[in-house]
């Protein structure tokens, strides 16, 4: 497991990434990406995972009005990045990329309650704590070593303080196995490290998990149905919403349906 100074270290060759985008992405990494974001996106909004997950984001940020928020990871700015800005009390938004959060600030530039900084969560450098809500959309599998992340979140975090997450897992065979064979050729792979079965029991150990769905189990199988003649879109769609729901309430309560998931959201509160 890599130490703090260590992941800082890597950290660095993490903004040099983003800020060059597509640039220093090797083509099976672009290749990912693609897939990732035509694919995976589109299953996610046909079939209604992305608003339903954007959704209870919202609810679980609850009354805004007197809350100070971390939104980590945001690059330029993501789904609820605005709608946090404009609505909290104190609004900070965290990236490394230094070029996406010129970008975001200058959106931020009327709210006087918020700010954009470029700098590395772990390091000394942001010295900013006791918020209320922690955002981290895509964001906590970017640490390799959980126990480090672990431990810097519950120090950002006020008394009660939330972590709302949204990360991809790497606990369902088929995907492990697909992971397994791009890893090597991965221009990323320093920096993504999907969530184990011990990530998430690691996390579970030091928060509360106050709520939690799962993702794309049953229903990443959906891609399937493009390949069936003569099924008509509506059809396709409803059974993939089906899939969806299935795995939005068993996960919530039941591990092993949960670690075939692709993705989790949860809402973790600080101990």
Same mark, same amino acid.
């Given at each position: 497991?890599?130490?703090q100074?260590?992941?800082?270290e890597?950290?660095k060759?993490?903004?040099d ?5 597509s640039?220093?992405?090797n ?6 990406y693609y ?5 995976l996106?589109?299953?996610r909004?046909d079939?209604?995972i ?10 679980w ?6 809350k100070?928020?971390l ?18 009390k ?14 975001l600030?200058?959106?931020? %530039?009327?709210? #006087? @309650?918020a700010?954009?900084?470029?700098? &590395?969560? /772990? ?5 900013? !704590?006791?918020?209320?809500i ?11 070593n959980?126990?480090v992340l672990?431990?810097?979140?519950d120090? %950002?975090?006020? #008394? @009660?303080?939330?972590?709302?997450s949204? &990360?991809? /897992? ?5 995907i !492990?196995?697909?992971?397994?064979m ?12 999907p ?10 150990k030091?928060?509360?998990?106050v ?5 794309l189990?049953?229903?990443?199988w ?5 390949f069936?003649?003569f ?18 309430n068993?996960s919530?309560?039941?591990?092993s349906h ?6 989790l959201?949860?809402?973790m509160?600080?101990?």
């Amino acid at each position: 497991m890599k130490t703090q100074e260590e992941i800082i270290e890597i950290n660095k060759r993490q903004k040099d990434f983003y800020n060059y985008k597509s640039g220093k992405k090797n083509l099976p990494t672009q290749m990912w990406y693609y897939f990732r974001e035509k694919t995976l996106k589109k299953i996610r909004k046909d079939i209604g995972i992305l608003n339903e997950s954007y959704e209870i984001h919202k609810t679980w940020f609850g009354d805004l009005s007197n809350k100070k928020v971390l939104d980590l990871g945001c690059f330029a700015g993501n789904h609820w990045s605005m709608y946090l800005a404009e609505h909290s009390k104190k609004y900070i938004a965290l990236d490394l990329s230094d070029v996406a959060i010129a970008s975001l600030a200058e959106r931020l %530039k009327s709210l #006087p @309650n918020a700010e954009a900084l470029a700098a &590395d969560f /772990l390091s000394e450098e942001f010295a900013e !704590k006791d918020f209320d809500i922690i955002y981290a959309y895509g964001v906590l599998h970017h640490f390799q070593n959980p126990d480090v992340l672990i431990a810097k979140l519950d120090e %950002k975090l006020a #008394p @009660n303080g939330v972590i709302i997450s949204y &990360d991809p /897992l790497e606990t369902s065979l088929p995907i !492990k196995i697909m992971r397994v064979m791009y890893r090597p050729f991965q221009s990323d792979k320093d920096w993504e490290w999907p969530f184990t079965k011990k990530t998430y029991f690691k996390f579970a150990k030091t928060f509360t998990i106050v709520e939690r769905h799962g993702l794309l189990g049953q229903a990443k199988w959906y891609f399937i149905m493009n390949f069936i003649p003569f099924m008509s879109e509506e059809k396709k769609q409803s059974i993939g919403k089906k899939w969806h729901k299935k795995d939005w309430n068993k996960s919530a309560t039941s591990d092993s349906h949960m670690f075939k998931c692709m993705h989790l959201t949860m809402l973790m509160q600080k101990k």
